[in-house]
């Protein structure tokens, strides 16, 4: 924590092998994110990602960019950041509650546990989002994961994976 108060505490639950509920408490903040497939609500309220359509609008968030240079591409990560409005590090659970409530567009991190992953899962596309690994494959059997509005996560993927000679 480091005196931080953006700490939280992640709750998911799965049947049949995928997650079915997933809880982002934010205790300092007030804030309790509950979301199913269908629905995502902050404190009793629902909500949606935001309607951004292009990446020169879009925030975008990670947790750590050194995670990004030690598992993944960080030249990659570059030319995704330059293409957005804004960067900032608000990451770890605190993220992907901002994105689920419309306060920023793009959440990634290059490596992650399933327990924190799972939870993830219903609450962003509760919220209308979308959240795939870093590759685009399904974050219920990944160690990664990318969470976006709908319209950016395809340009999101494909900036991330493209080959080194492609910008």
Same mark, same amino acid.
């Given at each position: 924590?480091?005196?931080?108060?953006?700490f939280?505490?992640?709750?998911?639950l799965?049947?049949?092998?995928?997650?079915?509920?997933?809880?982002i408490?934010?205790?300092?903040?007030?804030?309790?994110?509950?979301?199913?497939? *269908?629905r995502t609500?902050?404190?009793?309220r629902?909500?949606?990602?935001r309607?951004?359509? *292009?990446?020169e609008?879009?925030?975008?968030?990670?947790?750590?960019?050194?995670? @990004?240079?030690?598992?993944? *591409?960080?030249?990659?990560?570059?030319?995704?950041?330059s293409?957005?409005?804004?960067?900032?590090?608000?990451g770890?659970c605190?993220?992907?509650?901002l994105?689920a409530?419309?306060?920023?567009d @793009?959440?990634i991190?290059?490596?992650?546990? %399933?327990?924190?992953?799972?939870?993830l899962?219903?609450? @962003?596309?509760?919220?209308?989002?979308? @959240?795939?690994t870093?590759?685009?494959?399904? %974050?219920?059997?990944?160690? *990664?994961?990318?969470a976006s509005?709908?319209?950016?996560?395809?340009?999101?993927?494909?900036?991330?994976n493209?080959?080194p000679d492609?910008?």
């Amino acid at each position: 924590m480091a005196g931080v108060p953006l700490f939280g505490t992640l709750i998911g639950l799965m049947r049949g092998g995928r997650p079915i509920l997933g809880v982002i408490h934010q205790p300092i903040t007030k804030e309790l994110l509950v979301g199913t497939a *269908s629905r995502t609500t902050l404190n009793g309220r629902p909500v949606r990602v935001r309607e951004t359509n *292009s990446l020169e609008a879009a925030t975008l968030l990670t947790t750590d960019p050194g995670l @990004i240079e030690r598992y993944k *591409s960080l030249d990659r990560f570059e030319v995704l950041r330059s293409r957005t409005r804004q960067y900032r590090g608000w990451g770890d659970c605190y993220g992907y509650l901002l994105v689920a409530t419309a306060r920023a567009d @793009i959440m990634i991190d290059p490596i992650m546990n %399933p327990w924190d992953l799972i939870p993830l899962v219903p609450v @962003i596309q509760g919220a209308g989002g979308v @959240i795939t690994t870093w590759e685009g494959n399904d %974050p219920v059997h990944g160690n *990664s994961a990318v969470a976006s509005t709908p319209a950016l996560h395809q340009q999101v993927l494909e900036i991330l994976n493209r080959s080194p000679d492609r910008s």
